[in-house]
């Protein structure tokens, strides 16, 4: 059973228009969420990260959304650049547990000029 | 560099045979974590390092799978009698501690077992 849920294997955008990846948790214990985007032979490298205690986290282009109260988050991209194409995985932890992470299958986004 | 480094970058061998699987952390990380990617899958936990000792190994599937960190810094997880399940891509990485969210990845080991 997947504890982190990541259900579109792929998405499409256009250049400049939002890019918005969904992830669902069902463990009510994780308390810390991240974002890592992979390129193919690369390892994942990281993105964003939100503690539940907060909702909303934006590093420039780059913002990630909780909704705790349905087990929700998403990572939105504003503007979509070409550069954006990979595969993005949700993972959560719970805090206390070593950061185990427990991750998501991946989106595959592919931004097209 | 300054990354994390993994040797070998791929590894082909026969079922049955024993591998060895090595990372080399970020200077100064306390923290080594290793994870398996199969493929179409999420990155799977398998043992997580804080210093020398294993804090958390129970993401091992079984007794052929070991890991090993004497000094601290550099790993070595091992495959004892490879199975073809255990083909995948095997992932490093390191934190500066415990606490630090941020796990900084390796380009991983991919192993191939025919």
């Known amino acids: 059973d997947q504890q982190v849920k990541q259900n579109s294997p792929s998405l499409s955008v256009q250049e400049g228009r939002i890019s918005i990846l969904n992830c669902d948790y069902t463990?009510?214990?994780?308390?810390?969420f991240l974002w890592y985007k992979k390129y193919p032979a690369e390892g994942p490298t990281f993105l964003i990260s939100?503690?539940?205690i907060k909702d909303k986290n934006e590093d420039g282009r780059f913002t990630v959304f909780l909704n705790k109260s349905a087990k929700h988050l998403s990572l939105h991209i504003v503007p979509s650049q070409p550069g954006d194409s990979a595969v993005y995985f949700c993972?959560?932890?719970?805090?206390?547990?070593?950061?185990?992470?427990?991750w998501g299958l991946g989106t595959s986004l592919a931004v097209n000029p | 560099g300054a990354g994390v480094s993994q040797t070998p970058s791929n590894k082909v061998t026969e079922k049955g045979k024993y591998v060895e699987l090595r990372c080399d952390p970020i200077?100064?990380?306390?923290?080594l974590y290793w994870y398996r990617q199969s493929l179409g899958q999420g990155p799977e936990f398998l043992i997580y390092?804080?210093?020398?000792?294993?804090?958390?190994d129970s993401g091992l599937p079984n007794d052929r799978f070991f890991a090993v960190r004497p000094e601290g810094s550099v790993s070595t997880l091992k495959i004892q009698r490879t199975e073809r399940g255990d083909s995948a891509v095997y992932l490093c990485?390191?934190?500066?501690?415990?606490?630090?969210?941020?796990?900084?990845f390796g380009e991983g080991s991919r192993l191939t077992v025919l």
């Open positions: 993972a959560a932890c719970d805090a206390g547990n070593n950061r185990k992470l427990i």
């Open positions: 463990n009510s214990m994780f308390d810390y």
């Open positions: 939100i503690s539940s």
């Open positions: 200077s100064g990380h306390t923290a």
């Open positions: 390092f804080q210093g020398t000792g294993a804090a958390d």
């Open positions: 990485a390191s934190s500066l501690s415990r606490g630090s969210g941020e796990l900084f």
